[in-house]
């Protein structure tokens, strides 16, 4: 068990992490989402998809980012069999991804109803904390902070349960060393148009 954050408590998440086919628009072929509520978070509580895409994953991705093979998923179910399930795993939670536009607007393709409550963005809040590394991707970020990925060392990089758990662990560590509360965490990690209005003080009134 790996205890939650003070400031994360209370608040329903789901840290995802999808990959694709390679494909233009692209289709999600793995997907990778971390339930987070209460008190406390443990790597089963992670759920991870394999999905066969309506076209074939190219070879560059294959080869160069997440290792998945049209073989690999030439027998997993396709997306409109499992989008249910999706869809009730990110219903009311804040969604949290490295880079989390892509998450966002790839899942918001592939479910047309589905609007997150809420966006909370590794890439964007770790530039905001840590200022001036020489990258800000998953891989050098794990590396600066050391994180301990051995629950996830099978699965390898760019794997949607192991980049998942990873955007969940620098998620906690950045709100550790910043001191953020959660006012503040959305304002720094959040796209702006999650980001609530400051009303003007005074006034007519």
Known sequence: MNAIPYT??????AVVDVEGNGQTPPEIIEIAILAVSGETVNIDDMR???IKPQ???TQIVTRKVHGIKNSDVETCPAWVEI?????????GRTLVAHNAGVEQRVLATHLPDWSPMMVLDTLRLAKAVWRDLPSYSLDKLIEHVELDMSAVAEQGYHRAGYDAWAAWQLLCRLVEDSGLDWTGLVDAAAPR?????????????
Do not use: M, S, T, Y
């Not at 994360?8 to 998440?13: E, N, Q, S, T």
């Not at 148009?193 to 009134?205: A, D, S, Y």
């Open 8 to 13: 994360l408590r209370g608040k329903d998440i």
């Open 48 to 50: 991870a998809w394999l």
């Open 55 to 57: 076209r074939p994953i």
């Open 83 to 91: 989008a249910p399930d999706i869809d009730a795993a990110l219903a």
């Open 193 to 205: 148009e999650f980001v609530p209005k400051v009303e003007p003080e005074g006034g007519l009134w």
